[in-house]
């Protein structure tokens, strides 16, 4: 059994709707050309006062959170920026799985991508799941990929993902190798899109020499 | 409802989203997916490093670098210098830059750098010199991709590994999205425009709207707007989580990409008509989802919260939390007011602001200028009021100079700068301070997006303006009597 088909750990209540990757990781921390150190920077300001300073009423600031694995998030979880740096950011602080009714397109398809768990369950079956983590620091959420089966305080709840996206998450595939196979296929389909459609060959490189340097 | 699949047979009456897909099909993957052929790629310098490295680290390289182009536009202040004197001070920031020269001329990929003068926006930028043209997938490490869609181009952001996926192969493992078909007849009230029609749809269909589809807009009112109004239509259709947003492409479409596509030369140009007059949904074609609206019930629309569906006529007061239909919208009413610093049942006119923001990929273009200059022709900024216009562009800019507006805006009290995000996001250093509320063009009032604790107000360009000369939230058609 590897270490993707069973997670497990406490889960965190984040009861907010819309909850966007600005918010999940703000602009100054966007700075970097490596992924290092976007652990500092998740829910900043919901974490950290406007003087840096921890703001004890959050939950992932106290000490009965502290092992916290899942977040029980409000819908629509990570709309908004395309950035990638919000789910390597939940993975840095300890983050391996997030349930919610619903998440944001590009998120989804970044934390698949980076083997970061998303569940996705009714809006009043996380309403009553938010209430019964927020009551017990001590609860305990499992997903068993095996199943498709989230054990949660409040019962035990089958979940989907598309076969693709559950064997990329259990077997963490190389995705880029994996098209690579095709290469032939996809060499060969350029050419002949190309023919059918000249203008549109090399149209990055051609606009720029068009347009001379400045 | 049946999950789009691409393996459904692709005969009878085809959306135009499906025709633009199925061009793109390299091969079928699975029941939901294919590998998608990406004719245009553009990066900008804050989501492609990670990417790049990860090319180095398996020894791959860029096997089509003509179809990719990279763009600096987030991190690049936008103080009025020279363009060979634009230098970025913050030291994080500059190696982004200077990272993301090192990887183009690598991999021989073409650049607009940071002393370009051409440099801007990417979502401004591509499509001004032509590159976007109808029938073609355009992906971008920016969720605002969706804005070539104006173009009848199929434009969506992608996370930074797909980025890696894109350059390592020209293409991507797609999912096909569910499609939403967007009717809007009628003509739009004068003092109305495209952003105050894309505000009225997300306040209408929510932030999660659109979530899982493609948008196909059509009607009377669409076929009305110019392509720069269609870009800002499309370009905020992402903040109703649409997987993209599609306009059929028309003469006016055609027009604006012929004029700018030189290269398009006269042995390709009766061929490249004829294929973009295909583009457009077949009669009959079915759509998962339909909606309908009437631009005759337009107005200016204005945001009050933190999500871009929290959003009133400029005539309309804030809401009650308890008014909310359940306790997850009651708290995020509250949560959002608390935010924003307004009282439920105020009126949202007449608030005060101290800031006007005035460009963006949804905004900064040369007609939003335009706009924004006949409000502001002969009046000024108000007291107390920073008031800042950030073309999308260097070609933006020039034009804005050549017509006039710029020295109309200076005159008035504008700060005229130079291209970029700029404070739509606040990567560099055109941020709001703490409780700061400002009268912005751009896409999203998220908590802490232009600056921590900054309260954003999105609006159209013409409202900005009011703003800006009366030092708070204005109805335009108040300001310009319709004589």
Redesign the interface.
Known sequence: MSAFTLIEGVGAPLPLPNLDTDQIMPKQFLRGIDKSGLDKGLLYDMRFDEHGAPRADFVLNQPAWRDTRVLVAGATFGCGSSREHAVWGLQQFGIRAVIAPSFGEIFYSNAMNNRLLLVMLPRDVIEALMNAVDADSHNAIAFDLQTMQVTTPIGTFPFELSARHRSMFLQGLDMIGLSLRQRADIERFARQYWQAYPWTKNVAQRTRERLGTT | MTEPSPLAAATGPLTLYRKLVD??T??V??A??V?L?C???LMNE??S??AF??LDE?A?GV???????AVVSH?IPTHPVA?KLRVIA?P??A??AT?LKHNCDKHG????DTT???QGIEHVVAPE???I?P??VVIC???HTTTYGALGALGF??????V??VL????L?Y?MAKTMRIRVDGKLPVGTTAKDLILKIIGKIG??GA??YVVEYCGSAIQDLSVEARFTLCNMTVEA?A?GALIAPDDVALDYVLRR????DDT?RTD?IA?WQTLHSDANAAFDMEFAFDAADIEPYVTWGT?PDQVLPVSGHIPFPEDQMD???Q??VE?ALSYTHLSPGAALEGTAIQHVFIGSCTNGRIEDLRAVADVVRGRKVADGVRAMVVPGSGAVRDQAEAEGIAALLIDAGFEWRKPGCSMC???NDDVLS?GERCASTTN?N????QG??GRTHLMSPAMAAAAAVTGCITDVRQLNPLN
């Open positions: 061009s793109h390299v091969a993957l699975d939901q997916n590998l052929f004719d245009l790629h804050y989501t490093p990670q490295t990860g398996q791959r096997p089509m670098p003509g179809q990719n182009v991190i363009p913050d994080p920031s190696l982004q990272n990929i073409r650049l607009f370009d003068a051409m010199h032509g590159m043209r029938g073609m490490g920016d969720s952001g992608i996370g930074t590994t797909e890696e996926h390592a192969t020209q293409t493992v999912r932030a999660q979530r899982g989580a997987r596509a030189s290269d398009i390709q490249a294929y999500s306790d997850a919208d708290r995020s949560r996001l606040a990567m703490p999203r998220f908590e802490g997006r921590r604790a």
